[in-house]
């Protein structure tokens, strides 16, 4: 079992930057792909970005790549997002997932129901 807690959100003004952090605990020692997804009430989920247990390998969403990076920590067991150039179309609840992977085994798809635990979220919101 694992927890995932996100923090680092809030408001910020188009154009400028956030950065999300996914702190996982629990069985750690087990390897694991780690993704950040985004949803509002009454839309549908988006992938945002993915990476593999090793953090070799990285998938993002069209929406988002060249303004977004993923990174991950593994001696604090934290998973980051990166968000630069915000737009007001970012504004929505990313969270963080996770599920169980092969040491090394690259990600390439980005998808929320392959994804087993789960985070509480956090509120981005871009807005002038």
């Known amino acids: 079992q694992l927890h995932l807690v996100e923090s680092g959100g809030g408001l910020v003004q188009p154009g400028g930057s956030l950065r999300l952090s996914c702190a996982v605990s629990g069985f750690t020692s087990d390897y694991y792909a780690i993704g950040w997804f985004r949803q509002a009430p009454g839309k549908e989920r988006e992938g945002v970005s993915c990476i593999s247990s090793s953090g070799g390998s990285t998938v993002y969403a069209g929406s988002v790549k060249g303004r977004f990076t993923i990174s991950r920590d593994s001696a604090k067991n934290t998973v980051y997002l990166q968000m630069n150039s915000l737009k007001p179309e970012d504004t929505d609840i990313y969270y963080c997932?996770?599920?169980?992977?092969?040491?090394?085994?690259?990600?390439?798809?980005?998808?929320?129901?392959?994804?087993?635990?789960w985070g509480q979220g956090t509120h981005v919101t871009v807005s002038s």
């Open positions: 997932a996770a599920r169980h992977s092969d040491w090394g085994t690259p990600v390439v798809r980005c998808l929320g129901d392959e994804y087993e635990y």
